[in-house]
């Protein structure tokens, strides 16, 4: 006999706790007809992940609560159907201190209408976008459930998340009876973090010689995306299953006794390229950020560089060309290949383009401000007053017509302040926030390869590509006017932003102290501009947001 155990891989949305409800009611049902006798949900499914301070609030707890008693008991015509879901648990409105006390991440086990147990979660992470000890205290105690029919019941041991990344909690749930574990989560994507998982958890059965069921979150949530690929390991640790990545799916597993032991099998999705992970993170976290918070489209800039090229062909396999709008705004420095390729770019993309020259409004600053500025030289801050006039008309677009504006700045600018604060920083999502420009480039090729979303193979004009990266913010002007060749800067800046390294450390390594220093220098000055810019897509382990928190005002530079 054989039990199928059905990992409801959903996109759930924060705070929406009657549509996650009924996702797990749908889905459930859907899956009992196929004779799925255990539905595993993600990790805190009934609320959404993260929820942040809304843990703090007794009334979100108490909907949470109520809305576990009503998944189960509309699921209570599945007589032999266990059902595992996510969600907030205790707390106490008395006192702060007291409700932190009695909360837990937890997962409760449901089945005929009641629930029949309630785990919390024991290992509570505090690294990276991780939170969870503000909120919650560790659970002490194991759970070991049966699930199946009546002749052929199998005791599945319960986790959750960072429970399985250590020895301790897989290790008295085996001892406690567990025939395979079951572990739900929602850990946020970044590179190589589904690698690191399925070796991790195959370094967990190893240790305690159980198969297991990993069943994981998918969809965008704010900063963070999580890409599903749900999986199953023997107690070999060999992949018996595997779900695809960044799509809702049902992902069926069916568990056989085989003499004493439970062996697992089911489909496998293939392995994937960095650069395909990448892509639809990034198509993912838009099209949520956009459907999720109601927006109708999107605007950007279009400039016939690089950065707004990428945005343009992320935004329309994530919206369609249909809800993206682009905007070409030329100065008195915009070449004539920029207007080119950007008409170009827009054309094979089909989305609307429009031009508004930014040359008026320009001479108009100047006017304005010539007696202030008479007998200074132009510098810097004529550049800036040109990309927040860019800025200004996209915001006014924006607020229009509602669609949101997608800035165009990619990770080496946020680093070192190659950015005008209320200029091209304006707007409300960065797409490529978190991607170094060596990364944008990488990934503009791979698209121009690739047609994952059937919106039209090579989006990207291939001079767009090739040409030397330049703001035309002033005659002839390239990034490496101002800045280290991108190789370089983007190798200083994964050594000490995203692997703390020390200044002395990356010198050691071979870097020239003089781009050592600059670079670090520039990081650490414009911290000030980090703050105050949209949030964005999380997809490198350490990101400028909430992976990065350091003060403005600092003194110590190492």
Avoid at 79 to 100: E, F, K, L, N, Y
Avoid at 378 to 403: P, V
Avoid at 418 to 446: E, N, S
């Amino acid at each position: 006999m054989t039990l199928k155990i059905c990992v409801a891989q959903l996109n759930f949305v924060v705070g929406d706790l009657p549509g996650n409800s009924q996702k797990i009611i749908d889905v459930a049902r859907s899956a009992y007809a196929d004779g799925v006798r255990l539905l595993l949900t993600p990790e805190l499914s009934i609320c959404g992940y993260a929820a942040e301070d809304l843990f703090l609030r007794p009334a979100f707890i108490a909907a949470c609560d109520d809305a576990v008693k009503m998944v189960a008991r509309e699921l209570a015509g599945l007589s032999d159907m266990t059902v595992v879901v996510g969600h907030p648990s205790g707390g106490d409105s008395r006192t702060r201190s007291v409700a932190i006390q009695n909360r837990h991440n937890a997962a409760s086990v449901l089945r005929g209408g009641v629930v029949l147990a309630t785990y919390a979660k024991r290992e509570l992470p505090n690294y990276q976008v991780f939170d969870e000890r503000r909120y919650f205290t560790p659970g002490k105690e194991v759970c070991v459930f049966e699930a199946g029919a009546a002749d052929h019941k199998v005791r599945v041991g319960l986790l959750i998340c960072e429970d399985a990344w250590f020895e301790q909690p897989a290790r008295q749930t085996r001892d406690a009876g567990a025939e395979v574990l079951a572990v739900i989560n929602a850990s946020p994507f970044h590179i190589g973090k589904g690698n690191e998982r399925e070796q991790m958890m195959r370094e967990r059965v190893a240790a305690c010689g159980l198969p297991l069921v990993y069943g994981h979150l998918v969809g965008g949530q704010d900063e963070v995306v999580f890409e599903g690929h749900s999986f199953a390991l023997n107690a070999d640790g060999a992949v018996a299953s595997r779900a695809p990545s960044f799509v809702e799916d049902r992902f069926v597993v069916q568990a056989t006794r085989v003499q004493a032991c439970v062996h697992l099998t089911g489909p496998v999705a293939p392995e994937r390229s960095t650069e395909a992970d990448l892509w639809d993170a990034l198509v993912l976290g838009v099209r949520d950020y956009i459907g999720k918070n109601g927006f109708p489209g999107v605007i950007l800039g279009l400039s016939g560089g690089i950065d707004s090229a990428l945005v343009l062909a992320v935004a329309v396999d994530a919206l369609g060309r249909e809800r993206v709008r682009s905007v070409m705004m030329p100065s008195p420095y915009t070449a004539d290949i920029s207007w080119i390729d950007a008409r170009e770019m827009a054309q094979r993309l089909g989305v609307r383009y429009d031009e508004i020259s930014i040359v008026p409004e320009f001479e108009a600053f100047k006017a304005s401000l010539a007696g202030e500025f008479r007998g200074l030289p132009e510098d810097a801050t004529e550049e800036n007053i040109q990309a927040r006039i860019r800025g200004t008309l996209l915001m006014a677009l924006s607020n229009k017509f509602g669609t949101i504006v997608l800035t165009t700045g990619n990770k080496s600018e946020m680093a070192t302040g190659y950015c005008t604060l209320y200029g091209d920083m304006a707007g409300g999502f960065a797409v490529i926030k978190d991607l170094a420009k060596t990364t944008v480039f990488r990934l503009a090729r791979w698209r121009n390869a690739n047609d994952p979303y059937g919106s039209g193979s090579a989006p990207i004009p291939l001079r767009i590509i090739t040409r030397p990266p330049s703001a035309e913010l002033r005659p002839n002007q390239t990034d490496q006017d101002s800045l280290p060749a991108y190789e370089v800067l983007d190798a200083i800046l994964e050594r000490y932003m995203e692997n703390d390294q020390s200044i002395e450390d990356i010198v050691a390594a071979g870097f020239a102290r003089a781009d050592v220093e600059r670079v670090t220098r520039l990081i650490k000055i414009n911290e000030y501009k980090r703050r105050q810019s949209p949030v964005g897509i999380r997809v490198t382990h350490r990101s400028f947001g909430k992976d990065w928190r350091y003060p403005i005002t600092s003194r110590f530079w190492a």
